[in-house]
């Protein structure tokens, strides 16, 4: 039996705004090609965490490792090239370029063109309205097809692990499990590693291995997401 290697471990981290610390002491690991879920209520610091993750705010106290070295606290172009990326929450796309362009865009760290290309070519494969729509500025598409854009640009750096932020928000329901989907298509073709985000409480808890829980800026509860999925109602509200 293969034993799983921690690609993330992150320990006691604590951040914030200004003046005000948001977290406090926040611990939590994901290991090579796992899918983890994590939850909370709004407010309770679920994207300060992966902002933070990625060097975009500047950790106050605590460690990250990431594929066993010490990550680069406040500098995420830094991170982004050792295989860190993050599909942020609203998607983050540039609306006035094609789909082509926006993906093009993602793979700045990258230094081989030709793999860059190869890697393009497997995510129009994996979003085929993606490859019909390739010269479409991104502003006119759906919020669902932008949102494939922003996946997209993220899977060009070639990422070891991918944080996804509210991937359905402002989705049709019909489009919710389709996005969400993508993310275990996506850990099963690349191998890529999964943090995710999501509002759709029991969507996400069937897609994870793990799942961990936050409130006010703390890790409350770690459970396999399995267990959490079956006691849903006896938990949910606690937090």
């Known amino acids: 039996m293969t034993v799983a290697q921690t690609l993330l ?3 006691g981290l604590e951040a914030g705004y200004g003046k005000k610390t948001v977290l406090q ?4 690991r994901v290991d090579e090609g796992e899918i983890v879920a994590l939850l909370g209520h709004n407010g309770a610091g679920k994207s300060t965490t992966l902002k933070t993750v990625l060097g975009l705010l500047p950790a106050r106290a605590g460690s990250v490792r990431f594929a066993g070295q010490e990550w680069a606290n406040g500098d995420p172009a830094a991170n982004v090239k050792r295989g860190l990326a993050l599909v942020p929450q609203g998607r983050g796309v540039f609306p006035d370029l094609t789909v082509v362009e926006n993906l093009t865009l993602g793979a700045y760290t990258q230094g081989d063109r ?3 290309m190869g890697r393009m070519e497997e995510i129009l494969e994996l979003f085929p309205i993606l490859a019909d729509r390739r010269a ?10 932008q949102q494939m854009v922003a996946v997209g640009t993220a899977l060009m750096q070639q990422p070891r692990l991918m944080m996804m932020d509210e991937p359905s928000m402002g ?4 489009l919710v499990q389709r996005v969400l989907e993508t993310a275990v298509e996506i850990n099963r ?3 890529t590693a999964i943090v995710l985000v999501e509002q759709n409480i029991k969507t996400a808890l069937g897609l994870a291995s793990r799942a961990y829980v ?3 800026g703390r890790i409350v509860l770690e459970k396999p997401a399995a267990l ?5 109602d006896s938990w949910w509200e606690l937090y």
């Open 114 to 116: 030709a793999a860059a």
């Open 189 to 191: 073709r690349f191998g």
């Open 136 to 145: 479409q500025r991104v502003g006119t598409m759906s919020g669902g097809q």
């Open 25 to 28: 002491g926040v611990s939590f």
């Open 214 to 216: 936050m409130k006010s």
């Open 228 to 232: 959490l999925l079956a006691a849903q």
């Open 171 to 174: 989705l049709a329901p019909v």
């Open 9 to 11: 471990d992150v320990r």
